[in-house]
Each structure stands twice: as C-alpha cells, then as structure tokens.
C-alpha cells in the first residue's frame, strides 16, 4: 500500500507526481498537477508562494483516490469530469467524447464564415452533427454572439451533457438539441454544417490507445468498415439543410483526406480548404454548396 499522501501542498505536489511516474503515466506532473490542484482547490500560483499550505483531510482522501484511479489507466480529464476546448470548460459523461485539441483547427476553419455571415445576414444558424459536448457549436457560440446552433447526436446522454454545457456557458438561449440518427429529426436550413463524425475503421478500435478505446464511448469513434460510412451519409443528405453559399466542414482521420474529398466532390459539393492539425495531420476539410 502506497505511503500516506503529505498534507502541505508542495510535498503532496511532489508525491503525487512520483506516484504517477510508478504507475508509468505519460505526462506524470501535469497530471498530478491538475488532480492536486481540482481536489484541493488550490491554483498553480498558491503552490510556488504557499508550499507549506495545509490541504484539509477529504480533499487528501479525493486526492489518494484520484491518483489510483489514474495509475490504473483512467484519463485524467474522466477523473476530473471536465476537458477544456477553444478555452470553454466542458463537462463530460460516459456518453461523451473527450473533445481534443486537434478539433479546434474544424472551429478556426469556419469562424471567419460564421463571423462573416453573422454581420452580413444578422446571424449565422450552424448545425453540428454529432454534437457530443457542445464542443464545435459552443466554441462557435461563444466567439460570435449573433450565432445560433442546433446540437444533433444519437445518444441522448450525450445530448444532456452538450445542453448542461451550453447552460454553464450561458449559452443555452441560443443553442438547441435534437436526438437524431444524422439527419433524421432534423429540419430547417444551415449556414454552416459541421461534423466530427466517428471515423475509425471497425476492426482498428481493438488497436487504439488503451485509454481511448476504455474511456470513449465506442459510438463515438465506430465509422464502419472503412471508416468513412458517417461521410457518406453526411455528403448525400446534408445539401437540403444547407443555405445558398453555405459550408460545410468535416474533421477526418489523418488518412481519410482523398477519400473523403472524393465523396463530397461526387455529392456535388466543391473543395474549399483542407487543414492540418497542430500535429501537421490532415484533420479538416472545408466543402462548399451553392
Ligand atoms: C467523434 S465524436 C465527436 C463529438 C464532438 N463533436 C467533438 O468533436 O468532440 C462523434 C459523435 O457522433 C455521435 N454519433 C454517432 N453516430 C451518430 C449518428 N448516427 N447520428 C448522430 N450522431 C451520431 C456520437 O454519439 C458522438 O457524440
């Protein structure tokens, strides 16, 4: 059984840490860092001027708990229950992806247009298919005030999760949810469609990172038998929800580029832009319709 943990922040910092360096955990002080300091309610700063600072007994025992959680393979941002995205705080559930940094390029990608539409027509109405968190819409929200968007996922966990967070973000006046299958309950016509939709092959999930393919839920990354089945849905039904001169922007595996583009060229849509991540990654694409 591992020592008692200190109760002066400092040497707890420090415990933590070395607890997480046994265990083998990728990125052991920042994640003791954050468990330290979420459990505690302590901030960086109070560590370096206020080591000696005593952190009371219950915050010591969430702590403890915390940091076997994670030294038996649990991401961090599931112990804390929060991630955050585009510098908004965002709750997660069992139903929820852990939204990545890789996804903000999809929200740079089409912020120029929101913001562009939002001054030219007054408001930009975006629609994010598989919403899970809020993350795409509610980044978006957030940077043009003028902007509405409707959620859609199939998981109606998830969409509790994306409703909670637009609520806490005090954008819940402009951000509404539907439970569909892609298109299915949907209606009205979009600005802006955006979609990180699951795009793993089937029999590549069993070889993800342990702590992708235990703690995401397997309906947010199962694309189908290639990978690419969400994309041709999307492609094929998304036209009758778009505006004229509307965009749409999809994030994609890092391999996905050329076939992907091939589905929305053969729907009819034309190549706006394709980006990479801050990996150099191909991870969005950029089509128009109209
Ligand atoms: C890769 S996650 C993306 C979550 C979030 N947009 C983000 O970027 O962090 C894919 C999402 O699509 C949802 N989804 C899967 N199949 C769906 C379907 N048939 N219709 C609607 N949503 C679906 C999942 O529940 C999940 O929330």
């Not at 912020?111 to 930009?124: D, H, I, N, Q, S």
């Not at 973000?169 to 939709?197: C, M």
Request: glycine content about 10%.
């Amino acid at each position: 059984m591992a020592d008692p943990l200190p109760e002066a922040l400092g040497p707890l910092l420090r415990e933590a840490r070395a607890r997480l360096v046994a265990a083998g955990v990728g990125d052991p002080a920042l994640d003791a860092r954050l468990i330290v300091e979420h459990f505690s309610g302590t901030t960086r700063t109070q560590a370096i001027a206020d080591p000696e600072r005593t952190i009371d007994s219950n915050a010591i025992a969430a702590i403890d708990a915390a940091l076997g959680r994670r030294a038996g393979g649990e991401p961090v941002h599931r112990i804390l229950g929060y991630r955050e995205f585009y510098g908004l705080r965002l709750s997660l559930s069992p139903e929820t992806l852990e939204p990545r940094p890789d996804t903000e390029t999809l929200v740079e990608a089409v912020l120029p247009f929101v913001k562009a539409m939002a001054a030219r027509e007054g408001t930009c109405r975006i629609l994010d298919l598989g919403t899970g968190t809020g993350a795409i819409a509610l980044a978006l929200l957030s940077a043009v005030p003028a902007a509405t968007a409707t959620g859609v996922d199939i998981s109606a966990g998830a969409l509790a999760t994306a409703a909670r967070n637009a609520g806490e973000l005090g954008l819940g006046g402009r951000f509404t949810t539907v439970q569909s299958d892609w298109f299915e309950k949907v209606s009205g016509r979009y600005h802006v469609i955006a979609a990180n939709p699951p795009y793993i092959p089937t029999r590549d999930i069993g070889n993800l990172q342990d702590e992708v393919r235990d703690f995401d839920p397997r309906l947010a990354l199962d694309g189908g038998v290639d990978g690419l089945n969400p994309y041709r849905i999307i492609a094929a039904e998304a036209a009758r929800f778009l505006e004229a001169e509307s965009r749409i922007a999809v994030e994609i595996g890092h391999t996905q580029r050329d076939e992907v583009t091939d589905i929305f060229k053969a729907a009819g849509y034309a190549s706006v832009a394709a980006l990479r991540d801050l990996g150099g990654n191909d991870r969005v694409l950029v089509f128009q319709w109209g």
